[in-house]
């Protein structure tokens, strides 16, 4: 049996967690970008990048211990449409599974990393960002 999907975080919210200065990155919350090569031409500040297929092939206990500290945990891949929700509900998963007391929360970003790098507000808090490649990445 399956949690329910993980619920949407605005990109707005995000940059809201972003900016906070009583939110440490990798403590109070951790970015979760389970994109593959794409990762290389721009991501979100601090994100931790975790392919889709690793995420997913780790064991329900190398996957805690591997995301374990952060209180919220926010994910996406490029269009937050498969590989983010399925890897942010695989994580939830993992925790009511090994019975885990007051899990982490668990979020996806609304319209992923296209989304995100085409709001102007959110480009603050980009690393490595490749403008040309986002012009036409597909």
Known sequence: MFTEPPPHIEPADLVKLLSDPTQTPG???QVVDVRGDDFAHGNIKGALNIPAHELCEETDAALLKRLSGPRKLIFHCA???VRGPKC???F???Q???GVENPAEVYV???GFENWQSIEG????????NAK???NPY
């Open 27 to 29: 403590k109070s919350y």
């Open 79 to 81: 269009l937050s449409q």
């Open 88 to 90: 942010a509900r695989r």
């Open 92 to 94: 939830a998963d993992a």
């Open 96 to 98: 009511r599974r090994a």
């Open 109 to 111: 970003l609304r319209g």
């Open 122 to 129: 959110c480009k603050a808090f980009m690393e490595s960002y």
């Open 133 to 135: 490649y986002w012009e």
